[in-house]
C-alpha cells in the first residue's frame, strides 16, 4: 500500500502529464466534440484525424487506473482527485463490447472500466453524465 505522500507525489505528477500542451488538446477535443452516438462514430475517431487524441485520452486514463489497481495509488486518494475518467468511460462504454470483439481485445480499457463501476453509485453517475453530455452535444449543434 502506497503512502499518503507516495499517492500524492504520483498524483501531482499524473496532473502535470495532463498539462501537456497536447494531451490538453486531446482532452479538449474529448471532452467538447467527442459526443459518439453509435459505435461507428467511435470506429471513425479511432480511424480518422482525431484518432491521436481519442488514443491519448483513453489510454492515459486507463494507464492511470492501472496504477490504482496495481497499488501505486491510494484508490480513494484517487478519486477524490480525479473525476474526469469517469466522464471518459461514460462515453465509451456503450460501445466497449462491440470495440473489444471487432478489435480482438477483450481487456481493452479495462482498468478504467475497473475504477469507475468500483465507485459508489458508478451506473447512476454515468447515466446522468451520457444524459448531459447529450443534452450539451444538442445545444452545440442549434447554435
Do not use: C
Not at 20 to 30: C, D, I, L, Q, V
Not at 65 to 81: P, T, W, Y
Not at 116 to 129: D, F, I, T
Amino acid at each position: 500500500m502506497p503512502t499518503p505522500h507516495e499517492s500524492a507525489t504520483l498524483l501531482l505528477r499524473l496532473y502535470e502529464l495532463r498539462r501537456e500542451s497536447t494531451m490538453r488538446e486531446a482532452r479538449n477535443w474529448f471532452a467538447m466534440e467527442f459526443n459518439p452516438s453509435s459505435f461507428d462514430e467511435v470506429v471513425q475517431a479511432v480511424m480518422g484525424p482525431h484518432s491521436g487524441h481519442y488514443r491519448m485520452v483513453t489510454s492515459y486514463w486507463d494507464m492511470a487506473a492501472s496504477f490504482v489497481l496495481n497499488g501505486a495509488i491510494d484508490e480513494q486518494m484517487f478519486n477524490d482527485a480525479n473525476g474526469e475518467q469517469v466522464g471518459v468511460f461514460a462515453k465509451v462504454e456503450p460501445y466497449l463490447t462491440d470495440y473489444r470483439a471487432r478489435v480482438g481485445n477483450p481487456k481493452y480499457l479495462s482498468q478504467l472500466e475497473q475504477i469507475v463501476l468500483r465507485r459508489p453509485g458508478a451506473k447512476e453517475q454515468l447515466a446522468a453524465m451520457r444524459e448531459w453530455f447529450r443534452s450539451r452535444a444538442a445545444a452545440a449543434a442549434t447554435k
